[in-house]
């Protein structure tokens, strides 16, 4: 079993580093070889998934606002939209997040009028409902994102979410379902994704529950849910509180629901208080370890199961975010809206995830940015407008490599040490994938230097090189610049075609300080 798919050597002595700057032209600080034939697995299209919470403005605000001359009849607001639908958003998650283990999701169906207002126990804000469970999926309707519904695991019951599925999904003539009629949906929803429960392990969260009680509540629900829809793909809570022993809750609950779920979610939040680019840019020696001991756990109950299926890793939860993460509990960052306003780092941040999902494409078959609107997301918005933040277009330019097949590259980079101690990684950050229908080669390259280019040598075993490659590069001089309403133009990626100089099936690259570099290149 390969628990690492990123191969790296070291292949430069320590005494050339020094001398990087002042090479000779034409010599290469490192080496990426690829092997068209030497697939890991689909880029699963479900990998550009996003989140949205009642939490802060990220519904009520941004893409919801009732009365707004932005808004069209229903409330949904037609700028951000028109934003969401241009980023690709495949799969989308809702209501929570720490907000669904409060929520009874029978508060948001029927005439909005007549919903009742409850508190909202997660983020300490009123939730008012008349955002529920008909206005999210016509949002995924006219996005076109597959809807994933997440179940209360903490104060709700198992007959709460069996109840659900038959007002979604349900197409024989029931209570529920005659309810989704009543209230103008004829035809079922036929929601696929179902999540059971959010970071159940974590103290923070309501009804939190140690993992042998959540794995018996999980059990119960997925037997009364298949009941309703036995169509229907199930997301086990995973990790989330790594502080605690992750490791052993992953095990208990994998090897009580390995016949029932067909996904174990993982969230992660990274970042960048100690302001050391490099450091920050090297969580993906963490993000590497999670995904591999994930992947081992999963292939032990695999192997016991009565109900053979394969289980994958849903990366639902992650995206950077600690500028409004505050002392005091969740009712003090409620009340800050979670609205970080991302900078350049930030964006290349967003490479460090998709490169580790892209080299364990056989195992991370989902994952959902956190989150859509306002709420640490690539969408800002206010009554005027909205603008898009710097992780907006990482984030759009991976998307379009969904469907091609990740490869496993071997990589060779001087390596660093970063601040804070773990183990060295290297400079270049890479993972490479093949569209096979048109023929094109995409080469992902994160420079993680904060001062040095980085020249490599690129060659391609299988297929002839084309000389033309097109070239899009997020490369800015200023770490911390931002965007802001009527001014978010300044971290735009470039796009060009470059003629590259190949010698017999290669060619070298250099790759910017700081910098991320996508090559799409024809093979013959």
Not at 48 to 65: A, K, M, P, Q, S
Not at 333 to 361: C, K, P, W
Not at 422 to 440: E, M, Q
């Amino acid at each position: 079993m390969k628990t690492s798919i990123y191969r790296v050597t070291i292949s430069f002595a320590i005494a050339a580093a020094a001398a990087f700057a002042a090479q000779a032209p034409g010599a290469t600080d490192a080496r990426i070889k690829i092997d068209t034939e030497r697939v890991i697995g689909k880029v699963d299209p479900a990998l550009f998934g996003n989140f949205t919470e009642h939490l802060g403005r990220c519904i009520y605000g941004g893409i919801f606002e009732e009365g707004s001359p932005l808004s069209d009849s229903a409330g949904y607001r037609k700028d951000v939209l028109e934003a969401v639908k241009n980023l690709g958003v495949s799969v989308l998650r809702w209501p929570g997040g720490n907000f669904v283990s409060g929520y009874n999701w029978k508060d948001g169906i029927g005439p909005r009028d007549q919903r009742p207002v409850r508190p909202d126990l997660a983020w300490g804000a009123l939730e008012s409902n008349r955002f529920g469970t008909d206005e999210f999926l016509e949002y995924c309707r006219r996005t076109g994102a597959e809807p994933y519904l997440c179940i209360n695991a903490g104060l709700g019951s198992i007959d709460d979410a069996r109840q659900w599925i038959e007002y979604t999904n349900e197409k024989r003539d029931t209570y529920w379902s005659q309810q989704r009629r009543k209230n103008g949906h004829p035809e079922p929803y036929g929601v696929k994704y179902w999540g059971l429960g959010n970071e159940i392990d974590g103290p923070w969260q309501l009804g939190h529950k140690n993992a042998e009680d959540y794995a018996k509540f999980a059990l119960e629900a997925a037997k009364a849910m298949r009941r309703v829809d036995d169509s229907i793909q199930l997301i086990a809570s995973g990790s989330s509180n790594f502080g605690a022993d992750w490791i052993g809750w992953n095990r208990t609950v994998l090897d009580a629901l390995k016949n029932d779920v067909n996904l174990i979610s993982l969230h992660t939040y990274i970042g960048n208080q100690p302001n050391d680019l490099e450091r920050f840019l090297a969580v993906s020696r963490d993000l590497e370890d999670r995904i591999a001991v994930v992947q081992g756990q999963i292939r032990a109950a695999e192997i016991t199961q009565s109900n053979r299926h394969p289980i994958y890793i849903a990366f639902d939860e992650w995206n950077v975010w600690y500028r409004t993460v505050v002392s005091g509990g969740e009712f003090a960052i409620g009340r800050t809206g979670l609205e970080e306003q991302y900078n350049y780092e930030d964006a290349l941040a967003m490479s460090v995830f998709f490169n580790a999902f892209f080299r364990h494409a056989d195992i991370v078959r989902l994952a959902n940015l956190a989150q859509l609107v306002n709420v640490i997301a690539p969408i800002f918005a206010n009554k005027q407008g909205i603008f898009l933040q710097t992780i907006y277009f990482p984030v759009l330019e991976y998307g379009k490599q969904r469907g091609n097949l990740a490869l496993d590259a071997l990589v060779e980079s001087p390596q660093y040490q970063p601040a804070g101690g773990g183990r060295k990684t290297t400079y270049l950050d890479v993972s490479t994938t093949y569209d096979s229908n048109g023929h094109y080669l995409f080469v992902n390259v994160l420079n993680r230097s904060a001062g040095r280019d980085l020249t490599a040598s690129i060659e391609n075993t299988t297929g002839r090189v084309g000389a033309q490659a097109e070239v899009w590069q997020l490369d800015h001089a200023d770490l911390k610049a931002t965007h802001g309403f009527g001014d978010d133009q300044k971290v735009r990626p470039t796009v060009k075609s470059e003629t590259l100089s190949v010698s017999g099936n290669s060619f070298a690259y250099r790759f910017p300080k700081h910098s991320l570099t996508i090559l799409k290149i024809k093979v013959e």
